[in-house]
């Protein structure tokens, strides 16, 4: 049923399922894919522009995103040092919003596979065969 790629051309083949859940209130997004994929980055580099450069984005873009989950949540998820170049680091509330957003991401990709193999049987196959829906969870 869900399979993985081994190859670049075989993962263009391949239909793939990605929940792409956000957390928004009118035009402001909280919480969203590449959002949490920035707090990763930033957990694992210890600063904004380290974790920004991970990902291929501005400083300043990467800040923006910053200061609106900071905005958006009841405590700030990212913290920064009044001093240069002392990095940033998730708050304690940033590393549980993190936890609990990729939990999130996961069970409803692992709730929703027996709907997903519904619908792969009704999409066209891959050019080597049989449709495979894969998971981009797994």
Do not use: C, H
Not at 94 to 112: A, D, H, I, N, P
Request: glycine share 8%; proline share 4%; charged share 30%.
């Amino acid at each position: 049923m869900f399979t993985k790629q081994r190859t670049a051309t075989k993962r263009r083949d391949a239909w793939e399922a990605r929940p792409r859940w956000r957390l928004s209130r009118g035009e402001t997004i909280a919480l969203g894919p590449g959002k949490a994929d920035l707090l990763g980055a930033i957990d694992r580099t210890g600063s904004i522009s380290a974790g920004a450069r991970a990902m291929g984005m501005s400083y300043r873009r990467a800040w923006l995103l910053v200061d609106t989950m900071n905005q958006s949540f009841v405590k700030p998820l990212v913290a920064t040092s009044k001093w240069r170049g002392e990095g940033a680091r998730l708050t304690p509330e940033g590393k549980t919003v993190l936890q609990l957003f990729r939990r999130l991401e996961t069970r409803s990709l692992t709730t929703g596979r027996p709907l997903l193999a519904e619908l792969q049987k009704l999409l066209k196959s891959t050019r080597a065969g049989s449709a495979r829906l894969r998971s981009t969870q797994d």
